[in-house]
């Protein structure tokens, strides 16, 4: 498990959405994460639809019901255990446990490696 810094805490505003690019040093691959912010608390899962490509961070926050809707077939996804509302999705998505340093005001993520 490796915890990863994606963002400063004072650059993440409520209601935004942000792309985090991430290379696994241990199997090369690329992964894309998705942070928010949502009345104070940060979140944090894949940020690749799990029905079709598409990147989450361009899609549509409901801060009420602490959602994300991809924009390409409008799937919503719950953003505290990643679990698809509606079709087309029917795979959650995975969601990662976020802390905030006080040391550096980053805000890291916990990477099962």
């Not at 989450?56 to 719950?78: R, Y």
């Not at 990643?82 to 006080?102: D, F, M, R």
């Amino acid at each position: 498990m490796e915890w990863i810094k994606v963002c400063d805490e004072k650059s993440l505003n409520d209601g935004d959405l942000v792309g985090f690019d991430y290379q696994d040093n241990n199997d090369n691959k690329k992964k894309k994460l998705l942070i928010t912010k949502i009345h104070g608390k940060i979140y944090a899962t894949d940020g690749i639809c799990t029905h079709e490509y598409a990147e989450l961070s361009s899609g549509f926050l409901n801060e009420e019901e602490k959602t994300v809707t991809c924009p390409l077939h409008l799937s919503v996804f719950n953003l505290d255990n990643g679990s698809p509302l509606n079709p087309p999705a029917e795979k959650p998505l995975k969601t990662y446990e976020v802390k905030v340093k006080e040391d550096d005001g980053g805000v890291y993520v916990l990477l099962k490696c």
